[in-house]
Structure formats: structure tokens, C-alpha cells
Nanobody, 124 residues
Framework: QVQLVESGGGLVQAVGSLRLSCAAS????????MGWFRQAPGKEREFVVV????????LYADSVKGRFTISRDNAKNTVYLQMNSLKPEDTAVYYC?????????????????WGQGTQVTVSS
């Protein structure tokens, strides 16, 4: 089993920043891609960003490109999401997830373990 625990969410004003963390425990972390997804009220969960097993590849949703940065520390079994220039439309519950392979994928069906989510609220 793999347990994923997100932290770092909160309330921030527009154009502010937050850094989310996702700590993994249990089975292998370093051999798998890690992704972030988000779900806003009344909307479906959507892909945000993914990083490959070794950090060599990343893929961002167009809506966050240039503002968000994903990174990982395999020694600490942790993936990070630095979010800058936040907008009210970034308000959502953010989930981290472990990919079924080491490579970047955008479909949530390519992820097998999920965290419980952390709320990010951006006020205008």
C-alpha cells in the first residue's frame, strides 16, 4: 500500500503564492511518476501537472503553465507544487497521485494511489 498526504493548502489573496507538499509512505515512490490534480466545486477533477520518476520530464496544464512548478525529492519521498501568481480560478481541492508508471501521463486513470486532498482558496 501507498499512503499520500498533502499539505500546504490554505487561503491566499490573488497573485499570492503557496507551496503544496505530498509525502508518500509505504511502497516504492521513486520509480513512479507523481501528478497533481484539482477539483473545483461543481466541476470534474482535472489534471494540473505531472513529473516523471526521475524529474526529467514534466507536463503542465495550459492553465497553470508559467505559474506553477512541480518538483520532487526522491530521498524524502516527497513531491512539491510551487504555485505563484495565483488566481481565484485556481481555487480547488488539490490532490496528489502516484502514476502507474514512471512516465508522464495526464489521465487520472493512469494513477493508482491518491491523497485525501488539500484545499486551496484564492480570494480576489
Amino acid at each position: 500500500q501507498v499512503q499520500l498526504v498533502e499539505s500546504g493548502g490554505g487561503l491566499v489573496q490573488a497573485v499570492g503564492s503557496l507551496r503544496l507538499s505530498c509525502a508518500a509512505s509505504g511502497r516504492t515512490f521513486s520509480g513512479y511518476a507523481m501528478g497533481w490534480f484539482r477539483q473545483a466545486p461543481g466541476k470534474e477533477r482535472e489534471f494540473v501537472v505531472v513529473i516523471s520518476w526521475n524529474g526529467g520530464s514534466t507536463l503542465y496544464a495550459d492553465s497553470v503553465k508559467g505559474r506553477f512548478t512541480i518538483s520532487r525529492d526522491n530521498a524524502k519521498n516527497t513531491v512539491y507544487l510551487q504555485m505563484n501568481s495565483l488566481k481565484p480560478e485556481d481555487t480547488a481541492v488539490y490532490y496528489c497521485a502516484r502514476g502507474t508508471t514512471g512516465w508522464v501521463r495526464t489521465s487520472e486513470y493512469e494513477y493508482d494511489y491518491w491523497g485525501q486532498g488539500t484545499q486551496v482558496t484564492v480570494s480576489s
